[in-house]
């Protein structure tokens, strides 16, 4: 689950990490009034205004602006409040800004120039171990650092057992140029937001830029945050977080259903029961020259009802050319879920168009495929893996 960045600082400030302070608003008269309110409590006059999407770029496609006096705040925030934004990370027509932060100008001049760096904290999971990210060269595209200076990319793995060291903390503030009160201070922000990454069983941090400003404090700038969505049921209060309307419609509406649904670019509908085997039939879907259009993970009572929700989620795409239907039928007998097959196809009537490939293996299979076959459906059966697969291929071909 992805937060919106003013959530990822709420939950960042939380577990100790410093924060740039910011108000979030739904209109132009708000973010004023969240402007006035932040001058009381920060003495700052001038305020960032960010757009608040769940994409990064924002600065580049002009989310990001800062006002100098409530004036300009009220300009701003009108501006970005209902735009399409378009950054490299929204689709092509772009996203539209349902509100916006408003935040603490932490750029102020001082006795040094303010610097950026680049933070981000996930899971290797080569190593199996999380990993702290670093770099002096913040504030911009990473991918671009990465590409161009890798060297200037530093990483940092803990132990799970003995969670993150101090030495490595000072270590990270080190690599980045640190002296004084800066270096002690970013000892202390990297404990905390270390502590918040596992705190919060998030599954990526990226914190680009952490600020040392004019007067070497260690600051979040932004958050990416993405929690794990298989931990939400110890952290209730989170599920509050989600913003369905920053979500793929489809993959909200199976998630209901308790249907484990994942859209994807390609063409041919998926329905498996078994994160393995759908994982395995996506891979020779691909193998045979085709494309899934999703992973779609029935689970172990694959009965009419939930076929026929499948067929309906798997449906609502409009590049979907063929199904794949790939059962194996160990708990489940699959006389039942091709009877399940036949039964939804029927109750779907007009509203399946496109040809369906079965292979049901396991309990029951040659009743199965004889139930299939003598449907008088628009479904044909397959035996083995590769021939269900070649079939597909010929039906989109
Ligand atoms: P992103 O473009 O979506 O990654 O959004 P960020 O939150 O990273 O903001 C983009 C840029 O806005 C940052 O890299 C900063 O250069 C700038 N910015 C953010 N906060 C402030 C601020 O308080 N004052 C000023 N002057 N610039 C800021
Ligand atoms: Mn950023």
């Known amino acids: 689950m992805n937060l919106h960045e003013y959530q990822g600082k709420e939950v960042l400030a939380g577990f100790g990490v410093t924060i740039q302070r910011g108000i979030v608003a739904k209109t132009a008269a708000e973010a004023v009034a969240a402007g006035k309110k932040l001058t009381e409590t920060t003495g700052t006059e001038w305020h960032i205004v960010k757009a608040q999407i769940h994409a990064g770029?924002?600065?580049k496609g002009g989310g990001v602006k800062l006002a100098k006096n409530l004036d300009e705040l009220e300009t701003v925030a009108d501006a970005i409040i209902g735009m399409q934004l378009i950054t490299p990370q929204t689709p092509p027509e772009g996203k539209k800004v349902n509100q916006v932060l408003v935040a603490e100008d932490v750029y102020y001049p001082g006795a040094s120039e303010p610097s950026e760096f680049y933070m981000s904290i996930l899971l290797n999971r080569g190593t199996g171990k999380n990993m702290i990210m670093y770099s002096t060269e913040g504030g911009m595209d990473i991918e671009a650092v990465a590409e161009a200076t890798p060297h200037l990319i530093f990483t940092e793995e803990i132990?799970?057992?003995?969670?993150?060291?101090?030495f490595q903390a000072r270590k990270v503030a080190f690599n980045l140029g640190l002296s004084g009160a800066a270096f002690k201070d970013m000892t202390k922000f990297v404990s905390a937001l270390y502590k918040a990454y596992v705190?919060?069983?998030?599954?990526?941090?990226?914190?680009?830029?952490?600020?040392?400003?004019?007067?070497?404090?260690i600051i979040a700038v932004d958050a990416k945050v993405t929690l794990d969505d298989n931990s939400l049921f110890r952290n209730p209060d989170f599920e509050a977080l989600r913003d369905l309307s920053e979500e793929n419609p489809v993959e909200v509406e199976a998630r209901s259903v308790g249907l484990n649904?994942?859209?994807?670019?390609?063409?041919?509908?998926?329905?498996?029961?078994?994160?393995?085997?759908?994982?395995?039939?996506?891979?020779?879907?691909?193998?045979?020259?085709g494309d899934p259009a999703n992973f779609l993970d029935v689970g172990g009572t694959a009965d009419a009802a939930r076929v026929e929700t499948a067929f309906r989620l798997i449906l609502k795409d409009p590049a979907v050319k063929a199904i794949l239907i790939n059962i194996f039928g160990g708990i489940v007998r699959c006389d039942r879920v091709a009877q399940g097959i036949v039964d939804a196809y029927k109750n779907l009537g007009d509203a399946i168009?496109?040809?369906?490939?079965?292979?049901?293996?396991?309990?029951?299979?040659?009743?199965?495929?004889?139930l299939i076959d003598s449907s008088g459906l628009n479904v044909l059966s397959a035996t083995a893996f590769q021939e269900a697969a070649d079939k597909?291929?010929?039906?989109?071909?």
Not at 262 to 287: F, R, S
Not at 392 to 397: F, H, L, M, N, R
């Open 392 to 397: 597909v291929q010929e039906a989109i071909s």
């Open 199 to 217: 705190g919060s069983d998030a599954s990526l941090f990226e914190i680009n830029p952490v600020l040392k400003t004019s007067d070497d404090r």
């Open 353 to 370: 168009q496109v040809p369906i490939i079965v292979r049901l293996q396991g309990t029951n299979a040659d009743i199965a495929k004889e």
């Open 57 to 59: 770029g924002r600065g």
């Open 261 to 289: 649904y994942v859209d994807l670019e390609g063409n041919v509908g998926c329905m498996v029961n078994g994160a393995g085997l759908a994982m395995a039939t996506m891979d020779l879907i691909k193998q045979a020259g």
């Open 159 to 166: 132990d799970p057992a003995l969670g993150l060291m101090s």
